[in-house]
């Protein structure tokens, strides 16, 4: 196993590999994730569906209703327009009705806390997690399918189950480095690492990915 050095200087050559490739969505973060409802309604559109669907359909959205109120003065059928064609829209539009009606009925925010996150509808623990991390800093690991790929490419985490791979992660980094884990890997994973081919030519850590070892007869040279 590497060191706790080691592992976080490949998360720094990740970063550095793989921000000039995801200017679009750095974009996105800072314009359109600015609020935690609009976090919220934009990683729940995210499931499934690419990030280009996802960043047009998130900017109809919000420019037409981004409250509670609004969301629910829009109604189901107009939420499904604007959101399409994003994967499960209809069940997606569905779910913002349940959840403005929530936080409208109770007077409350997004709330923060994992278990009411869960609560809501459409809202797993990957997508609980991911916006804990980026509506309100707090330290989390959203497990998605390309934070689950890499971190068994790399050798940190075994399990079969992304929520063990939370737990195995957490246990290998430190609480600071939480938040920049699934935002990395998942640059990463879209760019570089994928699911199939994945550009290990291009790679400036394939000498530390198990992965690479075990597909690759000849290193490649840099």
């Not at 000039?20 to 800072?30: D, M, R, S």
């Not at 929530?102 to 709330?111: A, F, G, L, R, T």
């Not at 497990?143 to 689950?148: A, E, G, L, P, Y």
Request: glycine share 4%; aromatic share 6%.
């Amino acid at each position: 196993m590497s060191s706790l050095d080691e592992r976080l200087d490949i998360l720094r050559s990740i970063k550095k590999l793989t921000v000039p490739l995801n200017p679009p969505v750095l974009a996105f973060e800072k314009s359109i994730r600015s609020t935690p409802l609009r976090i919220l309604i934009s990683v729940l559109l995210s499931s499934r569906t690419k990030d280009g669907v996802t960043m047009v359909a998130s900017e109809r959205l919000f420019a037409a209703a981004d409250t509670p109120g609004k969301l629910l003065s829009l109604g189901e059928k107009k939420i499904s327009q604007l959101i399409y064609p994003v994967g499960f829209f209809r069940q997606k539009a569905k779910n913002i009705i349940t959840i403005s009606e929530i936080m409208q009925s109770s007077e409350k925010d997004v709330p923060s806390d994992l278990e009411q996150l869960t609560s809501l509808p459409g809202v797993g623990r990957k997508t609980a997690n991911l916006v804990r991390s980026l509506a309100f800093g707090i330290p989390s690991i959203s497990v998605d399918i390309h934070v689950f790929r890499i971190s068994k490419r790399l050798g940190w985490a075994a399990g079969d189950k992304p929520v063990i791979v939370e737990t195995e992660l957490m246990e290998l980094f430190p609480e600071e480095a939480w938040n920049s884990l699934n935002q990395t890997l998942v640059g990463f994973g879209q760019t570089i690492c994928k699911p199939v081919s994945p550009s290990c030519h291009l790679c400036s850590i394939n000498d530390k990915c198990n992965y690479f070892r075990e597909n690759n007869k000849d290193p490649v040279k840099k």
